[in-house]
């Protein structure tokens, strides 16, 4: 089955063009000038990944990123003109996952997108392995991950995690005790590459805390090691 792209870009011929690349690709494509109308095709039909531009007419890129994520946990893709850092900073901390500057070589988005849709090689692992779930905190819950299952569980509750906190999370179990920098972490999570600025992987460990530790403002289970990078403890 084919996967679904939402492009929200309001400009007609960039969109257009989007589309008939990623139609050959194999892709099927859902197209938005605007972000009510973006919105709504989130809310009532299946969506696999999301190339959204900032700047729009009426509501802007960042203000649908706020509302789609509690919606889905689909990769967005910011593809946009804007280029400053802390637009980027702002994009990610919405909910982006990823972010492309324009003007970009289209097969750099197509390469963005392969990235996002994968998900890690764990068929090493093998499915019936009783040994593969890791539990990250066995004193809240406890909260589960299981990377062949892909659900994080606290207790019977699953709690839902975007495609790339889910690449960080394996990353970052499949070595726990070690101390991972973020360049480790960009080759591991942001597999065909990245726009160039390693403060995606900070911004993703934020949200990351935010789902897995009791504190997100003091984190028990993926502490920052200053000058070197994150460690993920099991507790």
Do not use: C
């Amino acid at each position: 089955m084919s996967r679904r792209v939402l492009v929200l870009e309001d400009d007609y011929g960039l969109r257009t063009s989007l589309r008939l690349v990623l139609e050959q690709d194999g892709y099927t494509v859902a197209e938005a000038a605007d972000a009510v109308t973006a919105l709504a095709l989130v809310r009532s039909e299946h969506v696999d990944v999301m190339l959204v531009d900032l700047m729009l007419g009426g509501l802007d890129g960042y203000t649908f990123i706020r509302s789609a994520r509690p919606e889905t946990t689909a990769p967005i893709i910011v593809i946009s003109a804007r280029d400053g850092s802390r637009d980027v900073v702002t994009a990610l901390e919405a909910g982006a996952d990823d972010y492309v500057r324009k003007p970009f070589d289209v097969a750099e988005v197509q390469a963005r997108l392969r990235a996002a849709l994968r998900r890690p090689d764990i068929a090493a692992h093998g499915a019936s392995d009783p040994g593969t779930a890791v539990v990250l905190d066995s004193r809240h819950g406890p909260l589960v991950f299981d990377p062949v299952a892909a659900t994080l569980k606290r207790g019977e509750e699953e709690v839902h995690l975007t495609h790339t906190e889910f690449k960080l999370l394996h990353a970052l179990t499949e070595n726990a005790g070690k101390v991972m920098g973020r360049g480790s972490l960009l080759s591991r999570v942001w597999t065909d590459g990245h726009f160039g600025d390693d403060r995606i992987v900070d911004v993703h460990i934020r949200r990351l805390r935010t789902k897995i530790e009791q504190d997100p403002g003091a984190p028990a289970i993926v502490l920052t090691i200053r000058g070197l990078g994150y460690r993920l403890d099991l507790r």
